[in-house]
């Protein structure tokens, strides 16, 4: 059986051979346990969410390759799914689809962490711009230290 870390990077590897030709991408890999290992894989895709189906096709291939490359010795446990409303937005390709949602952001400024909650508004390659009170607020990825969305019911 590998270590921990390796084969953390392993199936990140083969994770993201599986995603290389879709419009899904990585997001994050956990690897948790030692007795029987539980593997938490989460994706994402550009314009909305992954849906149940996706997550089935990608744990199937993933088992197979897991498998195939014998990462863990005995039994493990797979869970594929997107990343959902409680986990922060990590990787700035979720930032696009979550136009006009509601957000907390925490950033620093300075020396300090602030924390600001607004519509986001609009999405670039180095900031965000979250609309608070009627202002909108230039927030660099750089000082940006999590990003949740504040679910809204409708």
């Known amino acids: 059986m590998m270590k921990r870390a390796e084969a953390n990077k392993k199936i990140t590897e ?3 051979s599986i995603l290389q030709d879709t419009d899904c991408f990585l997001i994050e890999v956990e690897v948790k346990g030692s007795r029987t290992p539980k593997i938490s ?5 550009h314009e909305r969410n992954v849906n149940l189906d996706e997550c089935a096709e990608i744990s199937n291939e993933l088992g197979f390759l897991i498998d195939a490359h014998e ?7 797979l869970n594929v799914s997107s990343p959902g409303l409680s986990r922060p937005l ?22 300090e962490q ?20 009627n202002e909108n607020v230039a927030l660099p990825f750089n000082e940006i230290i999590e990003t949740k969305v504040i679910p809204s019911l409708k």
């Open 14 to 16: 083969l994770i993201e």
């Open 41 to 45: 894989v989460f994706v994402d895709r």
């Open 71 to 77: 990462i863990f010795d005995d039994s493990y446990r």
């Open 90 to 111: 990590v990787d700035r390709r979720q930032y696009p689809k979550n136009r006009g949602r509601k957000v907390s952001v925490t950033y620093q400024e300075d020396d």
């Open 114 to 133: 602030t924390a600001l909650k607004g519509t986001l508004t609009e999405v670039f390659d180095d900031k965000i711009i979250v609309k608070k009170n």
